[in-house]
């Protein structure tokens, strides 16, 4: 083979492969956790929970929703695929939160699962060229002030006003595919 | 009929039939492929550096420093084997591998162009021998350096961050009462609260340091592995007392952190490694 034949060939390789990531990774990119957040603030206002930017300072990727009535803000933390906050998040809210994996209430997300879930999309994404939906991994703070979790609990959904909204109505509201 | 074969066979014999001085070498096309291969790997940090949403100072390059250390003595290895390799290697023939290769590439995935690299590199590394052989290696080392901290450090994030913490609590604790772990954050009062993600890992820094040793190794001409081993075993620790110091630095005060974390503190970090690795394997040879 001559130089010149190797340099067409390895020219037309490099146009070919660099211009399929660039329209992949050159698209601008798309704030995903805005999104939900939007998607799971419209949910809240329906219960009487609106954000609260002054107990967001110096904490990234927890949301506060504050009521008037109730003492302690119901905090969103929106986890990403590595769950690197989550350790984090099990020492400072120790039972005070539920957690939500792929729609569905859970004790303590799976970590595994979560990897395998995004490689899943990813290849999806190299299929169709397009990025598949998913619920995000998130939690919710049990607790505002008014109705401790022992008797509220997760998926107690007792009536106060401060309550956690009940496991069921979360898994209802994502089972209706809202991030879609 | 003209078929694939055929097609196939008149490419080759007109290929190789092509005057010798302006014939391609084998490994030409294997330094070809590979720098393919790392340009597809790159493209998502060069478009993130474009696009100005990376980090600042030397750490905000698309192509880490030390990743250029490694290609560059990689790519001289295999450009420069010795005269009895040059003529085995001097018919260049695209064979499945390369094509697939090739073909590998043209996916659009950063981590599946650094999979097809390390491949491709391993497979020529087998069909190799000596200088060739470990400029494959390094290739294939650097491919599997990036997707580690690409890719398949954050399944392990969790456990190696509280790892790093619990050394980065125990460093400070020596200098500071009142210090406290939270899963992978520490803070102590009057400290700085940090948080320990997958970019600021020892586990993220010490792969590509064990390779950057091996390679400067390979590039000054020794071959011996326990040397190399000691070499790589002191690399390792070094990477890691910094990586510690540097995390209690940035716990220890609001403006340590500031200063290491951004953009000063980043590119001094990074020279302090190549600083480190140069310093380790001063430049004499093997005695004959």
Redesign the interface.
């Known amino acids: 083979?001559?130089?010149?034949?190797?340099c067409l060939?390895?020219a037309a390789?490099?146009v070919?492969?660099?211009s399929?990531?660039?329209?992949?990774?050159?698209a601008p990119?798309i704030d995903t956790e805005a999104r939900a957040v939007a998607v799971i603030e419209s949910q809240l206002k329906h219960d009487g929970w609106l954000r609260d930017l002054r107990d967001e300072r110096d904490v990234r990727h927890v949301y506060a929703f504050a009521k008037p009535q109730c003492l302690r803000p119901l905090l969103v933390a929106m986890i990403g695929?590595?769950?690197?906050?989550?350790?984090?998040?099990?020492?400072?809210h120790r039972g005070q939160l539920q957690y939500f994996q792929d729609g569905r209430a859970v004790a303590q997300p799976s970590?595994?699962r979560s990897?395998v879930t995004f490689a899943v999309r990813?290849l999806g994404q190299?299929a169709s060229?397009r990025w598949p939906s998913a619920v995000p991994l998130f939690a919710v703070s049990v607790s505002h002030g008014e109705a401790p979790p022992s008797t509220a609990g997760p998926g107690g959904g007792s009536a106060g006003p401060c309550s956690f909204p009940s496991r069921a109505s979360w898994e209802q509201f994502l089972d209706r595919r809202p991030f879609d | 009929m003209w078929t694939g074969h055929n097609l196939m066979t008149i490419a080759r014999t007109s290929f190789v039939s092509a005057p010798a001085d302006r014939c391609i070498r084998q490994t030409d096309v294997v330094v070809g492929l590979l720098l393919c291969g790392c340009v597809n790997g790159y493209m998502f940090p060069v478009l993130e550096w474009l696009r100005g949403t990376s980090s600042e100072g030397l750490g905000a390059l698309p192509v880490n420093l030390l990743d250029l250390i490694v290609i560059v003595i990689a790519v001289q290895l295999l450009r420069a084997p010795s005269e009895e390799l040059a003529a085995r290697h001097s018919a260049a023939r695209l064979g499945w591998k390369d094509v697939t290769a090739a073909a590998l590439f043209c996916l659009p995935s950063g981590a599946a162009a650094w999979l097809a690299t390390g491949g491709y590199a391993l497979s020529c590394a087998q069909r190799s021998s000596q200088q060739v052989r470990l400029g494959c290696v390094l290739f294939a080392g650097l491919a599997a350096v990036q997707l580690w901290n690409t890719v398949f450090i954050k399944w392990f994030a969790i456990h190696l961050g509280l790892a790093d913490a619990v050394m980065t609590k125990t460093a400070l604790s020596l200098v500071r009462d009142g210090v406290e772990r939270a899963g992978n954050v520490v803070s102590s009062p009057n400290g700085h609260a940090v948080v320990l993600f997958a970019g600021c890992l020892t586990a993220s820094i010490i792969p590509r340091l064990l390779l950057v040793q091996a390679a400067v190794y390979f590039a000054i001409g020794l071959r011996d592995p326990v040397r190399l081993a000691i070499g790589l075993a002191w690399i390792a620790a070094l990477a890691m007392v910094a990586n510690i110091l540097r995390l209690t630095l940035m716990a220890a005060s609001a403006d340590w952190h500031e200063l290491l974390h951004g953009a000063v503190g980043v590119s001094l970090f990074e020279l302090g490694m190549v600083a480190m690795v140069l310093l380790l394997n001063p430049d004499h040879r093997e005695e004959p």
């Open positions: 083979m001559t130089h010149y034949t190797f060939a390895l390789c490099l070919m492969s660099v399929g990531k660039a329209l992949r990774y050159g990119p695929t590595g769950a690197e906050t989550l350790p984090m998040l099990n020492a400072r970590i595994w990897h990813s190299l060229g």
